[in-house]
């Protein structure tokens, strides 16, 4: 039986989810992206699923192929640099996959129930051989158990930690201490942005005068297209603060700096936190 496959509609689909995957995952984490590099790295996941229909090198093989052009991926979108960074984004990348479907193809493929292409109707369709429910039910136990004890090891190890909170405002830099605090799940409601609170007394020491103004509600025309409002929910009740996006923000936590995408709220109502000047959301991390 002769097969068709229409690798410009492949291609279409897998650029699309890919960008997709890869547009969240840099949500997830806080890059700061580029449209012409995610379509890029879009571009690198289209081209290979498509080229992946021609060659096999093996299971082990293919599967090794499959996590490198991931990377890749992750490489040319988020421009990672370090290997490090880059892998942690590649791992993400395959977790937001997996919550979109696109795992389980892969399960499948990799187990040999991916069984083939047809054309039915002048359409291409996929006919997939049946998974045993024992092999259904280990994968989602698994699923469910690796999410629940990750995230557990990750707010143990991370949680309560202090950094270093570096942010570009008029021109002028201005490094605070941070204390990392999983609680802290405020985000401006529209692009979802997290916030770091900053305490005024310390704004006020470094001279971080937009920061103070932004509070104060004392703005210039300019200032005022970077203040965006976040909505607060505290055990003392519901309230809006004023929050500021700064021209250029940067975390460090052992030794180098690292771009983040966040805005910034100086807390009039905080002198410290636990030491630390700001309290930055784990989520940046």
Not at 4 to 19: A, E, K, P, Q, R
Not at 150 to 158: P, S
Request: glycine residues 10%.
């Amino acid at each position: 039986m002769t097969e068709y496959i229409y690798g410009d509609v492949l291609f279409i689909i897998n650029f699309s989810m890919d960008f997709l995957a890869l547009f969240i995952c840099g949500k997830i984490m806080h890059f700061r992206m580029n449209v012409w590099r995610m379509i890029g790295g879009a571009s690198i996941g289209g081209v290979y699923g498509v080229a992946a229909l021609f060659f096999s090198i093996g299971t082990a093989g293919d599967i090794a192929l499959d996590v490198f052009a991931a990377f890749l991926m992750c490489l040319t979108a988020h421009h990672g640099g370090r290997l490090r960074k880059t892998a942690a984004a590649t791992a993400m990348f395959y977790a937001v996959s997996l919550l979109m479907g696109g795992a389980m193809t892969a399960i499948y493929s990799r187990i040999g129930r991916y069984t083939s292409y047809i054309e039915i109707g002048g359409s291409i369709s996929t006919v997939f051989g049946e998974m045993d429910i024992w092999v259904f039910v280990l994968l989602a136990a698994a699923s469910a158990f690796a999410t629940f004890f990750l995230q557990k090891a990750l707010r143990a190890r991370m949680s309560g930690k202090f950094c270093r909170v570096r942010i570009r405002l008029d021109g002028e830099e201005y490094e605070f201490s941070g204390f990392l605090d999983s609680g802290n799940c405020a985000s401006e409601p529209i692009s979802g942005r997290a916030v770091i609170f900053i305490a005024a007394s310390a704004a006020l020491e470094a001279g971080a005068q937009s920061l103070v103004f932004c509070r104060a509600g004392n703005v210039t025309e300019a200032e005022a297209e970077k203040v965006r409002f976040v909505p607060i929910n505290t055990v003392s009740g519901y309230s809006l603060a004023a929050a500021i996006k700064p021209e250029k923000l940067e975390i460090m936590i052992k030794h180098d700096f690292e771009e983040r995408d966040a805005l910034i709220v100086c807390d009039e109502h905080a002198h410290d936190y636990s030491g630390a000047q700001a309290l930055v959301p784990l989520s940046l991390l």
